[in-house]
């Protein structure tokens, strides 16, 4: 089989991209030290759940928590389903390192019943599904008797949940954000390096299995300071 031709737009765009990055780093004056230690912890980050989520997803624990958008839905009965790590790295000092490590799984759990609303009130209610991250799909009921239009929302049975980590090579921290672990709105936290550890992510776990957990104590909200 003949192989495809080398895109030349892809060429030029890895080239860019390569010339950026560097700028970047001498702007922030790296030490190969100091990139070393952001990608071994990011490294141990992805080791790590790398295992993780292949031995949650034999187990598929219940996870004992109640998500709720108040009116809309509520979600409980939950277990983990399917759980699965990815990587994209970036070009850094004539070398690949993480650009990013983000964890994805599902929480699965009875349907919950058809939603039904006037129609006036369903692009709010439709922003705040998908602001939360929860699928769905909606059919126009007309009923004949009233004269009044409603649209009929069935949501997903299940969430997905995600959390991300972002080496942040100025502040010297790693960045760690929360989507749908405890509750809808996005948590943004900001780690030192040595914080994020095994312990650290051990307790990342229990927080996603809803156990007790110190996780949320670790390290401040991004933008806060302690």
Do not use: W
Not at 15 to 27: H, M, S, T
Not at 95 to 103: A, I, N, P, S
Not at 209 to 224: E, N, T
């Amino acid at each position: 089989m003949a192989k495809s031709p080398k895109s030349f737009l892809l060429e030029q765009l890895r080239a860019q991209a390569d010339a950026v990055a560097a700028k970047r780093v001498q702007q922030l004056k790296l030490s190969r030290e100091v990139v070393d230690r952001f990608d071994q912890r990011m490294h141990h980050v992805f080791q790590y759940f790398d295992e993780a989520c292949k031995l949650l997803q034999v187990i598929s624990p219940p996870v004992e928590r109640s998500f709720e958008l108040p009116h809309i839905v509520r979600y409980e009965g939950l277990h983990l389903e399917r759980a699965s790590v990815m990587c994209r790295k970036q070009r850094l000092q004539d070398r690949d390192v993480y650009d990013y490590v983000v964890v994805y799984y599902s929480l699965a759990g009875p349907s919950p019943p058809p939603l039904r609303i006037a129609i006036r009130r369903s692009p709010e209610v439709e922003r705040a599904l998908v602001h939360a991250n929860i699928e769905f799909s909606g059919d126009t009921d007309s009923t004949v008797q009233s004269g009044a239009t409603y649209n009929v929302i069935r949501i997903a049975p299940g969430l997905r949940c995600e959390v991300r980590f972002d080496p942040d090579f100025e502040n010297g921290r790693i960045v760690a954000t929360l989507r749908n672990v405890d509750r809808f709105e996005p948590v943004i936290l900001d780690f030192e390096t040595p914080a994020l550890d095994t312990r650290a992510l051990d307790d990342l776990v229990n927080l996603m299995l809803a156990k007790p957990s110190q996780f949320l104590l670790r390290a401040p909200l991004r933008g806060f300071v302690r």
